[in-house]
């Protein structure tokens, strides 16, 4: 872990001065002047669509981890951490809220992660 230490530290540094410079003067402008617009989709199939998307990228992360539970909960992780615990710490999400997201993002990507991988025929997580 020492020999992690510097750029564990160095990419702290570059993520919060890049993140805090890109929200406080891009991205916050942006949020704070628009309004709430989209497609209106269907319940349901704005869902659809968006889980192409999930599943495509599902299917890239694991091409490169080889192993598809792993793969699921590297996204669900850092879907949990990205906004569950970042919308609960600057107070846009309460605590529950967060919790119950992230007990979702669990099973859903864990099961994903599952099934992908049977029907993947189970070779990838054998070998990790």
């Known amino acids: 872990m020492t020999e992690r230490m510097k750029p564990i530290v160095g990419g702290l540094i570059a993520a919060i001065v890049v993140n805090y410079i890109g929200v406080t003067y891009f991205y916050g402008p942006i949020a704070e ?25 599902f299917d890239w992360v694991n091409q490169q981890v080889n192993n ?12 949990i951490l990205l906004v569950d615990v970042y919308y ?11 919790a119950a997201s992230a007990v979702i993002l669990l099973v859903g990507w864990g099961v994903t992660g599952a099934v992908y ?11 990790a």
């Not at 598809?68 to 879907?79: G, H, T």
């Not at 609960?88 to 967060?98: I, Y």
């Open 33 to 57: 002047s628009a309004t709430p617009s989209g497609l209106a989709l269907p319940r349901g199939v704005d869902l659809a669509i968006a889980m192409v998307f999930f599943i495509l990228f």
């Open 68 to 79: 598809p539970l792993k793969s699921a909960m590297i996204i669900a992780v850092s879907q």
């Open 88 to 98: 609960v710490l600057n107070g846009q999400r309460p605590a529950v809220q967060a």
């Open 117 to 127: 991988g049977k029907l993947l025929g189970g070779e990838s997580e054998a070998e």
